[in-house]
């Protein structure tokens, strides 16, 4: 029984409509699933993914009207998207720049090379040669160049406090193994890996015991969810209560089944099944076009969709 690597990553936005104008039109990206948070149903839920909405190709954003974020550690510090190529990156580059993003030069880091960047709201990103590595699903109505685009998520970088509390739990309750390690300015990284690794399957982490604590808000990262396949749900449930883990316990997410409990620093992580999918209620060729509300929340459309604002 093991993670098989990233699901989908839930960040924050305080501006939806320029959120989904920068992903969807700036990096490409397809939107698969405009729906709302079944928590706080006034705020949207917006995915991001690949033409087929694969899981492990999600980035997701809650709708919030919250302040910046404040940058610290026992945070989601910088997330990775997967590309193909040098050529790719070089190609990004000069795309980012003719956007008016804010991004860095390329640089070599843990082997691959790598382009930092930012979103509107100072969400922190980075693009990752993969080496072309395992499927890619490319969405047709793209404005970037299907070898160009985004392949997926991975690898994704926390800080933490306490490192060694945080790396006890990634090895003993969620069974990923320590690959190796390398260096930034900021320190040593240690990379963790799920089932057979490769950077949609690798969390990097960071000891940042000298900063304060981070508080989310527009720009911060919410949680990281992990892929299992759906006919270990149950027994992943199981294992959380016999690690004395406290979990939420199971979450029907309608599109996907979900587990969330926070590791010792105090982020977010979510256990999160493959299926059924985002074609549980919509066509594939449709995808995002309309909100799409879980059956439960659907007697309430007319509500619901009076307090969103348009995209």
């Given at each position: 029984m093991q993670l098989t690597g990233l699901h989908h990553l839930t960040a924050i936005t305080a501006r939806a409509a320029d959120n989904a104008a920068f992903y969807t039109r700036t990096l490409g990206l397809r939107l698969v699933k405009k729906t709302v948070n079944q928590d706080d149903v006034s705020a949207y839920h917006l995915f991001y993914a690949d033409g087929i909405a694969a899981p492990g190709t999600d980035m997701t954003f809650f709708d919030w009207p919250a302040p910046p974020e404040r940058r610290g550690t026992d945070s989601i510090v910088r997330t990775a998207f997967r590309v193909s190529g040098d050529g790719t990156i070089a190609w990004w580059h000069d795309h980012l720049a003719r956007q008016g993003v804010t991004h860095q030069e390329p640089l070599l880091r843990d082997g691959r090379l790598t382009l930092d960047f930012e979103d509107r709201e100072g969400q922190?990103?980075?693009?990752?040669?993969?080496?072309?590595?395992?499927?890619?699903?490319?969405?047709?109505?793209?404005?970037?160049?299907?070898?160009?685009?985004?392949?997926?998520?991975?690898?994704?970088?926390?800080?933490?406090?306490?490192?060694?509390?945080?790396?006890?739990?990634?090895?003993?309750?969620?069974?990923?193994?320590r690959a190796r390690s390398y260096?930034?300015?900021?320190?040593?990284?240690?990379?963790?890996?799920?089932?057979?690794?490769?950077?949609?399957?690798?969390?990097?982490?960071?000891?940042?015991?000298?900063?304060p604590p981070a508080r989310q808000g527009a720009g911060?990262?919410?949680?990281?969810?992990?892929?299992?396949?759906?006919?270990?749900?149950?027994?992943?449930?199981?294992?959380?209560?016999?690690?004395?883990?406290?979990?939420?316990?199971?979450?029907?997410?309608?599109?996907?089944?979900?587990?969330?409990?926070?590791?010792?620093?105090?982020?977010?992580?979510?256990?999160?099944?493959?299926?059924?999918?985002?074609?549980?209620?919509?066509?594939?060729?449709?995808?995002?076009?309309?909100?799409?509300?879980?059956?439960?929340?659907?007697?309430?459309?007319?509500?619901?969709?009076?307090?969103?604002?348009?995209?």
């Open positions: 922190r990103l980075m693009l990752v040669d993969d080496g072309g590595a395992g499927d890619a699903h490319p969405w047709p109505a793209s404005p970037v160049p299907v070898e160009r685009q985004i392949r997926g998520l991975g690898p994704i970088r926390l800080s933490v406090a306490r490192i060694g509390a945080t790396e006890a739990v990634l090895a003993e309750v969620l069974g990923m193994s260096d930034v300015p900021e320190g040593e990284v240690r990379v963790w890996q799920m089932g057979e690794g490769g950077a949609g399957a690798e969390l990097h982490l960071l000891a940042e015991p000298g900063l911060a990262v919410h949680h990281v969810a992990f892929r299992i396949p759906d006919a270990d749900y149950a027994a992943w449930a199981d294992r959380l209560k016999q690690r004395r883990m406290p979990s939420s316990g199971p979450v029907d997410r309608y599109y996907f089944r979900s587990l969330y409990f926070r590791e010792p620093n105090g982020i977010l992580f979510e256990i999160a099944t493959d299926g059924p999918g985002f074609t549980a209620d919509e066509p594939l060729e449709t995808l995002g076009e309309r909100l799409s509300l879980p059956p439960f929340l659907e007697d309430r459309r007319a509500e619901i969709e009076a307090g969103l604002k348009p995209l």
